[in-house]
């Protein structure tokens, strides 16, 4: 399977354009989650076969830390929706809270506080990102330099 195969599966399942509504965000959020679980049964037995060429290594950690960047993004933007549920809780009745003499100040509250969370939950993928992409670098120098029964790999021949 090709990445751009990887990225016609996301794209054919969440459309770029949409349409967007809470089923479907829920949905892709589901799907991230079980890409990592199945990146995370994909490594657990090590890598070293699984990765053999440093060139995938690369490629895979370059694309998880675009990923951490996307994810930044999105988090930014719950956090930015957080605060305006707490600010809007002031003036309507729209949103409620759970403590049966829950106020208007703890939906505002508790709202503001998830924002503070999401935002340094923003902050981690955006370090992690970084870190990731610096990692990359490291791998970028590196070749597979043996012959193989396939012929000569990638990099230098001997």
Not at 116 to 128: D, F, P
């Amino acid at each position: 399977m090709s990445i751009q195969t990887g990225f016609d599966l996301i794209n054919q399942t969440f459309p770029l354009d949409g349409p967007h509504t809470a089923e479907t965000v829920i949905a892709a959020a589901a799907a991230i989650a079980e890409l990592w679980r199945y990146l995370g049964h994909a490594t657990i037995g090590g890598t070293r076969d699984l990765l053999a060429d440093p060139a995938d290594a690369y490629t895979v950690v370059g694309l998880l830390s675009a990923a951490d960047l996307r994810a930044a993004d999105v988090v930014e933007c719950l956090a930015r929706y957080a605060v305006h549920v707490g600010d809007e809780s002031t003036y309507t009745d729209r949103f409620g809270h759970d403590d049966p003499d829950g106020s208007p100040d703890q939906i505002q509250a508790g709202m503001h506080q998830a924002a503070t969370e999401l935002r340094a939950a923003a902050n981690g993928h955006h370090w992690s990102a970084t870190s990731l992409d610096r990692a990359a670098g490291w791998l970028s120098h590196i070749y597979r330099n043996t012959t193989t029964d396939e012929g000569p790999a990638l990099g230098k021949e001997n």
